[in-house]
């Protein structure tokens, strides 16, 4: 790898700092397709050539995949490293070592917050002060230093403005540390000359100012190109036919998401698969068939060998059968809840396209997946909440005396059609050609703010298409 400037004097810095162990962590950012990857992957070779322990971490599963399929093989997510200190399981691994460096991937997304209610228990999500206080408390090696990686012009935490894991001012004064911060400049995912790398520069700022101007229209060349939202799909089914795993259609809500997926399905759909009868699902076209592609949401199989996570692209290559579970929580007519789910066999599809060689049995939620009538909205709701329907449920049950029937072979995975997806979902991918839709940039809640556009511009490799833009307006 031949580093460019900014690379170089980053690993430089880095070999000092491990010499001499007398900082606390470092903080690399640098905008999609600057190299951090490669560069976390040369440091670490450093670390084992001088000896010094090192573990790669990713907020979620599915970058920590992305980490191990760049063949930084040690790759885990925040949540299984933590638990693994916490139970002490690492302990003597780990303690042959008199140094350690943790590189923590992705940290943009790593929140420090808490919302308050009046009416509710506050939501609370301290993951920043989780993983200092239980490194320190728990982890065996005297001399650590962390490298928070990532890039502080994408979405931040949904609870923040800011990336708290990439301010190393917030990092310094809220837990007494030392560090230091780098920034790569250039970027080699596009070429240097693209009016994609020109147009993401403009939304590179710290500030979330949502009254930005945007660049007009005129100010853009062929090389990004302005459609119309009919031809939207159309569009996307051009590039699909070349290679249906190498394009995305990015929104701002799931409500433009689920439209398109649906547009999309409805025109792949070869027909009724005499699997479901005809009150389990709204229209017929929506019914999973081989062939298609899913994002997963939420987890709860374990699968140690070929472990899911969420974010995760699959795609179908055959179908099962499909099943009905009736979960009650109440003696009325009203708390009694259908649940329909079905049984697929898929493979994952990493973030270059490439369908893994292993596939493995799930059974997913279609309820989730096509927003089924059989639940009502707030029924559905539960599903996008932390926990999922089957943990109000169960903390129902803790909390009453009533009866509660639970099927505990229910344990779906969550999934929704992963041709359309929306900014957020988007965030630490990469396809080589994206069709951004800007509706709903101008709403009540105000316009998109400036991480989101750049977040999503990013994404692209080498094809910009982009509908509804605001235009400066």
Same mark, same amino acid.
């Given at each position: ?29 640098? %905008? ?12 670490? !070779? *450093? ?20 980490? =191990?399929? =760049? ?19 690492? /302990? ?18 790593? &929140? ?10 506050? !939501? ?35 609870? /923040? ?27 080699? =995912? ?11 520069? =403009? ?19 062929? &090389? ?12 996307? +089914?051009?590039?699909?036919?070349? @290679?249906? /795993?190498? $394009? ?39 019914? %999973? ?17 070929? %472990? ?10 055959? *179908?099962?059968?499909?099943?009905? $579970?009736?979960?009650?929580?109440? %003696? ?19 973030? @270059? ?10 059974? *997913?939620?279609?309820?989730?997946? $096509?927003?089924?009538? @059989? ?30 029937? +639970? ?67």
């Amino acid at each position: 790898m031949k580093l460019d400037k900014s690379q170089s004097i980053f690993i430089d810095n880095f070999i000092e700092e491990i010499n001499k162990f007398e900082i606390d962590f470092m903080v690399l950012t640098g %905008p999609a397709g600057s190299g951090k990857t490669e560069i976390i992957k040369k440091a670490t !070779d *450093i670390c084992k050539e001088m000896n010094i322990g090192y573990q790669c971490l990713a907020f979620t599963g599915r970058a920590a995949s992305v980490l =191990r399929s =760049r063949g930084l093989s040690n790759s885990k997510t925040i949540e299984s490293w933590l638990r693994g200190l916490k139970l002490r399981a690492l /302990h003597e691994e780990l303690q042959k070592f008199e140094k350690f460096v943790f590189f923590i991937d992705e940290s943009s997304m790593i &929140s420090n917050s808490a919302i308050i209610f009046e009416d509710r228990e506050p !939501d609370l999500d301290f993951k920043l002060d989780e993983i200092m206080w239980t490194t320190y408390r728990h982890f065996p090696v005297d001399k650590v230093l962390f490298l928070f990686v990532g890039d502080q012009n994408q979405l931040p935490p949904i609870k /923040h403005d800011y990336c708290p894991a990439l301010d190393i001012e917030y990092l310094e004064y809220r837990y007494g540390l030392r560090g230091k911060k780098h920034e790569l400049n250039v970027i080699h =995912r596009q070429n240097t000359d693209s009016k994609i790398t020109e147009i993401a520069k =403009r939304f590179m700022t710290t500030s979330q100012d949502v009254d930005i101007k945007i660049p007009a229209i005129e100010s853009f060349d062929e &090389s990004i190109q302005f459609v119309d939202d009919k031809d939207v799909v159309s569009i996307y +089914f051009d590039l699909y036919f070349q @290679n249906k /795993h190498d $394009v995305k259609i990015i929104t701002a809500t799931n409500k433009k998401a689920d439209y398109y997926n649906f547009m999309i399905k409805e025109r792949l759909s070869t027909g009724e698969t005499q699997r479901y009868e005809p009150f389990q699902i709204p229209n017929s076209y929506l019914e %999973p068939q081989k062939g298609d592609i899913l994002q997963l949401f939420e987890n709860s199989y374990i699968n140690k060998d070929y %472990p899911l996570y969420n974010g995760q692209f699959l795609e179908i290559l055959d *179908i099962g059968d499909v099943e009905e $579970v009736i979960l009650s929580k109440g %003696p009325n007519k009203n708390d009694y809840i259908p649940f329909i789910y079905q049984n697929l066999k898929v493979a994952t599809v990493s973030e @270059n396209g490439k369908k893994s060689g292993e596939s493995q049995e799930i059974a *997913i939620s279609v309820d989730h997946m $096509v927003n089924s009538f @059989n639940l009502t909205s707030k029924e559905y709701e539960y599903f996008d909440k932390k926990g999922s329907i089957l943990q109000e449920i169960l903390d129902f049950k803790a909390k009453s005396n009533k009866s509660i029937y +639970f099927d505990k072979k229910y344990r779906p995975v969550l999934v929704k059609y992963g041709y359309s997806i929306t900014g957020h979902k988007a965030q630490g991918g990469g396809w080589g050609n994206i069709i951004i839709d800007f509706s709903g940039f101008n709403n009540e809640g105000g316009h998109l703010p400036p991480s989101w556009i750049y977040t999503a511009i990013t994404r692209t490799k080498s094809n910009l298409y982009i509908a509804n833009y605001p235009n400066g307006e």
